[in-house]
């Protein structure tokens, strides 16, 4: 595990490289985002699930996971996400999941919990710039 912090942005950014997988930590006003990239499974979802207990113990009013950029996810990532969910649905509903890619968006139709997952579209997230016609 890599953990970084780049000069030119926020210190309240983390960025943590895991292998396959980078995760990128902000908080921004009551909004704090985890956004992941690559692929999630058994040998890094400990630690984004870290990060998103990590970011649960503050006071944003929102916690985002943005997996617009994750490759692959397996049941590891699954079961986070349905464990995050059912945590967020015990303190005030702060979670909210950006969509993923085609081909995890499956394997979570497959796993039947496309339906069951808080998912937004990326303009209705709190702080998102909403689309020009």
Do not use: K, W, Y
Request: net charge negative; hydrophobic share 40%.
């Amino acid at each position: 595990m890599t953990e970084r912090s780049i000069p030119e942005q926020s210190p309240a950014e983390r960025i943590i490289e895991l292998g396959q997988l980078i995760v990128r930590s902000e908080r921004d006003g009551d909004t704090h985002t985890i956004a992941l990239s690559g692929e999630m499974d058994l040998s890094n979802a400990g630690e984004v699930e870290r990060e998103l207990v990590r970011a649960e113990a503050t006071n944003a009013r929102t916690i985002v996971v943005d997996l617009s950029e994750l490759s692959f996810m397996d049941s590891t990532g699954i079961r986070l996400l349905i464990a995050a969910d059912a945590r967020s649905r015990a303190d005030s509903c702060r979670l909210s999941l950006t969509r993923p890619p085609a081909a995890v968006t499956r394997v979570l139709c497959i796993a039947g919990v496309d339906e069951l997952l808080p998912f937004q579209d990326q303009g209705q997230l709190p702080g998102a710039t909403p689309p020009t016609a």
